[in-house]
């Protein structure tokens, strides 16, 4: 990983997990792509997270076969912003599959330039702890990695504690994004960081508890000795709306640094953001529209042009709308709508 990128993520990067944009066809829309690419960044994002959930799983499909050309797509636009912009902007893979799969596209990604792969574990309930832990060597071995604890309701599974303290043993592994949406999970990645032999980053992936977790300071006594980690950055799918408001949240809780006071108000924040984001991801309905909501979300600004995903049986679901319509009527200081209108004006297509 190049030094600045390094930097970057170990200082804690906000950091968007990115939709796909389709037209009404269902087809990459690869202008509009680079406009969204390009909102999030002036909104102030550190990097962004492509080819993870929140871009679709199916764009590894070979009848549809987008994973490479959406990945050159949104790194190109992302150094061309670096160029421009002068400073630098880390660039996350999403890759999944079973070991060859996720070799190969870790090979991709990093022919491609990005700085770390996302390694999902989705779809792998069949593999051992064992087996997975090699898979995770595996890819280190091509980039770094940032591991991934996903939430079982979107495909994700449990994990041992003696997992992750191995995963944690692997050098190339330089950060965990934790979306497990589960305490007891999050501090099992916690600990096994504390006591890893090396530096990794802590970022959160629970969208449900964002607030509450960039303010948590985790500590672990062992012989003596006390551990202490803190969450650095978050990787999040809820970022990818209302994007500039959370940025200034993010930054605003990262200056708080280590005091020991918390505003009152922070903490009340972060229950309405959390109500936000059970509209957003569907909670009511087992999360099953949680990539049409964020969708739903950026067509309401005019970031996309309608909820289309890839697969056709994918939308909104029961009461979802109406739920959004509440959150954005109960939290207006929570939106960015502001911006985005000033945006559009100038990228209007």
Same mark, same amino acid.
């Given at each position: 990983? %190049?030094? +600045?990128?390094?930097?970057?993520?170990?200082?804690?990067?906000?950091?968007?997990?990115?939709?796909?944009?389709?037209?009404?066809?269902?087809?990459?829309?690869?202008?509009?792509?680079?406009? &969204?690419?390009?909102?999030?960044?002036?909104? *102030?994002?550190?990097?962004?997270?492509?080819?993870? #959930?929140?871009?679709?799983?199916?764009?590894?499909?070979?009848?549809?076969?987008?994973?490479?050309?959406?990945?050159?797509?949104?790194?190109?636009?992302?150094?061309?912003?670096? /160029?421009?912009?002068?400073?630098?902007? $880390?660039?996350?893979?999403?890759?999944?599959?079973?070991?060859?799969?996720?070799?190969?596209?870790?090979?991709?990604?990093?022919?491609?330039?990005? +700085?770390?792969? &996302?390694?999902? !574990? *989705?779809?792998?309930?069949?593999?051992?702890?064992?087996?997975?832990?090699?898979?995770?060597?595996?890819?280190?071995?091509?980039?770094?990695?940032?591991?991934?604890?996903?939430?079982?309701?979107?495909? *994700?599974?449990?994990?041992?504690?003696?997992?992750?303290?191995?995963?944690?043993?692997?050098?190339?592994? %330089?950060?965990?994004?934790?979306?497990?949406?589960?305490?007891?999970?999050?501090?099992?990645?916690?600990?096994?960081?504390?006591?890893?032999?090396?530096?990794?980053?802590?970022?959160?992936?629970?969208? +449900?508890?964002?607030?509450?977790?960039?303010?948590?300071?985790?500590?672990?006594?062992?012989?003596?000795?006390?551990?202490?980690?803190?969450?650095? *950055?978050?990787?999040?799918? #809820?970022?990818?709306?209302?994007?500039?408001?959370?940025?200034? $949240?993010?930054?605003?809780?990262?200056?708080?640094?280590?005091?020991?006071?918390?505003?009152?108000?922070? $903490?009340?924040?972060?229950?309405?953001?959390?109500?936000?984001?059970? /509209?957003?991801?569907?909670?009511?309905?087992?999360?099953?529209?949680?990539?049409?909501?964020? #969708?739903?979300?950026?067509?309401?600004?005019? &970031?996309?042009?309608?909820?289309?995903?890839?697969? !056709?049986?994918?939308?909104?679901?029961?009461?979802?709308?109406?739920?959004?319509?509440?959150?954005?009527?109960?939290? !207006?200081?929570?939106?960015?709508?502001?911006?985005?209108?000033?945006? &559009?004006?100038?990228?209007?297509?």
């Amino acid at each position: 990983m %190049k030094k +600045d990128a390094y930097e970057l993520l170990m200082r804690g990067a906000f950091l968007p997990a990115m939709p796909l944009v389709l037209d009404e066809d269902r087809r990459f829309d690869e202008a509009k792509q680079r406009r &969204l690419i390009r909102y999030y960044l002036e909104s *102030g994002a550190d990097g962004l997270a492509v080819g993870v #959930h929140t871009t679709q799983f199916a764009i590894r499909d070979p009848k549809i076969a987008l994973f490479e050309p959406v990945l050159k797509v949104s790194i190109d636009e992302m150094r061309a912003y670096s /160029a421009e912009c002068g400073r630098p902007v $880390l660039a996350v893979a999403g890759v999944c599959g079973e070991e060859e799969q996720a070799v190969g596209e870790a090979e991709i990604a990093r022919k491609l330039g990005y +700085d770390i792969a &996302l390694l999902s !574990p *989705g779809g792998l309930k069949h593999l051992s702890e064992d087996q997975m832990v090699q898979r995770t060597h595996a890819v280190s071995g091509i980039m770094d990695v940032m591991g991934f604890y996903l939430q079982i309701a979107v495909g *994700g599974r449990a994990f041992s504690y003696d997992y992750w303290r191995r995963v944690c043993e692997i050098e190339g592994v %330089k950060a965990i994004k934790c979306a497990a949406f589960d305490r007891y999970r999050t501090v099992d990645v916690a600990r096994a960081i504390a006591f890893a032999d090396h530096e990794i980053a802590l970022y959160t992936g629970n969208d +449900d508890n964002i607030v509450n977790d960039l303010l948590t300071r985790y500590s672990f006594e062992r012989g003596g000795e006390t551990k202490t980690v803190r969450t650095r *950055g978050g990787l999040l799918g #809820h970022w990818c709306a209302w994007t500039s408001e959370a940025v200034k $949240l993010f930054k605003r809780i990262k200056a708080l640094g280590e005091t020991e006071a918390v505003p009152q108000s922070l $903490l009340t924040l972060a229950v309405k953001i959390t109500d936000v984001n059970g /509209a957003f991801f569907d909670a009511h309905n087992g999360f099953g529209g949680c990539i049409a909501g964020m #969708h739903e979300v950026l067509r309401r600004q005019g &970031l996309m042009d309608g909820v289309w995903c890839l697969d !056709p049986g994918e939308s909104l679901g029961e009461g979802q709308a109406e739920e959004i319509t509440r959150v954005y009527e109960m939290y !207006p200081e929570l939106n960015d709508d502001a911006f985005v209108e000033a945006f &559009l004006r100038r990228y209007p297509s």
